[in-house]
Nanobody
């Protein structure tokens, strides 16, 4: 399973970015976006289940970020609005992981991970 993230970059606070994660095929039902800021732990910020379109967001991003899946394009998106400097992190796309597994001491024990895309929000 290969996942390729894109869309990261440098943006001013209050701005928006849309991250994309392309894969050869949407094999799994569950997909997620994680992030890791320098010196901090990985955190699962957004999850989606394709079969019923259920979504889950970590509180710091709820209301600002939106996860979606385009089956025709085999792509998972993360629309990020009203960005804040504390959103600065490496963002990872993950396949076949759920919010419970995200709480593990090392979430990388679960699912399939992309290489990440850097998001930097300037104040």
């Amino acid at each position: 399973v290969q996942l390729a993230e894109s869309g990261g970059g440098l943006v001013q606070a209050g701005g928006s970015l849309r991250l994309s994660c392309t894969t050869s095929a949407l094999t799994f039902d569950d997909y997620a976006w994680f992030r890791q800021a320098p010196g901090k732990e990985l955190e699962g910020i957004s999850f989606i289940t394709r079969s019923d379109h259920q979504t889950y967001y970590l509180r710091p991003v709820k209301g600002r970020f939106t996860i979606s899946v385009d089956d025709a394009k085999n792509t998972i998106y993360l629309q990020m609005n009203s960005l804040k400097p504390e959103d600065t992190a490496m963002y990872y796309c993950v396949a076949n992981i759920n919010p419970v597994q995200a709480l593990d001491a090392d979430p990388r024990n679960f699912g399939y991970w992309g290489r990440g895309t850097q998001v930097t929000v300037s104040s």
